[in-house]
């Protein structure tokens, strides 16, 4: 799978996560109706589903997908949220994003 493709797999696969979790969170915290669980359910099982989709050992692909979990967070907080992310955020990120690639493109034993 190419960089693009991977990270493109990841980023899609994050928003159904933090979507899932985020529908959730209005019910109970911002007293939004319960019938957001529904596609809040329907966005987890697209998660779980986006995973399987990548080709090598799930342990790997998740810790990998970490990484871009945290960008996307990132994303959605400044977007969704209106909150705009610290520089320490940013490096935070630029850590990730290089521990994500050092597991995803380093190279493996045949």
Known sequence: MDILKTFA??????????LGCYLPYL??????????????AVSLA???????????????VYAAYGGVYIVVALLWLWVVESVRPTMTDLVG????????????????PR
């Open 93 to 108: 990120v630029a850590v990730c994003l290089l521990g994500a690639a050092i597991i995803l493109f380093g190279p493996r």
């Open 46 to 60: 697209a998660f779980v589903w986006l995973l399987t989709l990548h080709p090598d050992a799930a342990g790997r």
């Open 9 to 18: 797999l990841f980023a899609l696969t994050a928003v159904f996560e933090i």
């Open 27 to 40: 019910w109970l915290k911002q007293g939004h109706s319960a019938w957001l669980l529904l596609p809040a």
